[in-house]
C-alpha cells in the first residue's frame, strides 16, 4: 500500500526501509504509520463505519468509543488516542530534544510539534513543557490509614 515494489509485509520493516532510503533525511509525517498508531487509526474508522452502518436504525447499539481508539480528556471529552505505547523506547526518549531559547513554544519547539515532553538534554533548562518528576510517596501502614479515614469524618 506505501511502496508497492517491495516485499515487506510488517509495516514497521517498511517504515526502517524508507527511512534508511532516504538516509534519515525525512519528516516522520512522509513515512507511514508505526503499527500500532494504524492498528488505532483502524480501530476509530471501523467504530465510524459501524454508526454509519446502523443509522437507520430506530435504537441502533453503539460501543463504547473508548474501546474503539478513543479515550476522554481533562474535560471529559472525546480525544484520539494515537498509540497505546510508547513512541520510542524511554533510552531514546531521552535523547530527544528541542533549541527553544525562550520559551517552548508551537511551531518552533520539535517537542511540543511531535506531542512529547521537553527532556533534560532539550537548550531550555526552565521550561513548562517538562515532565513534572513526581516524588516518592512514604507507604502508610494500615492502621495509618484507618487514622486518617477517622480524622476525616
Not at 57 to 81: H, I, R
Amino acid at each position: 500500500m506505501y511502496l508497492p515494489s517491495t516485499h515487506t509485509t510488517e509495516v514497521n520493516k517498511l517504515r526502517y526501509e524508507l527511512f534508511c532510503a532516504r538516509r534519515g533525511e525525512v519528516e516522520s509525517s512522509q513515512l507511514p504509520p508505526c503499527e500500532d498508531c494504524l492498528f488505532m487509526h483502524a480501530l476509530r474508522a471501523n467504530y465510524q463505519a459501524a454508526i454509519w452502518r446502523r443509522s437507520l436504525q430506530s435504537q441502533p447499539f453503539v460501543a463504547n468509543p473508548t474501546d474503539c481508539g478513543w479515550m476522554t480528556d481533562e474535560d471529559g471529552k472525546l480525544a484520539v488516542n494515537w498509540m497505546r505505547g510508547s513512541p520510542a523506547p524511554d533510552a531514546v526518549m531521552q535523547l530527544l530534544s528541542c533549541k527553544c531559547v525562550r520559551s517552548c513554544e508551537l511551531p518552533k519547539c520539535t517537542c511540543l510539534s511531535n506531542g512529547l515532553k521537553c527532556t533534560d538534554m532539550c537548550r531550555l533548562q526552565t521550561c513548562q513543557n517538562k515532565a513534572i518528576e513526581e516524588e516518592p510517596v512514604a507507604q502508610q501502614s494500615d492502621s495509618e490509614s484507618d487514622v486518617d479515614d477517622i480524622e476525616e469524618d
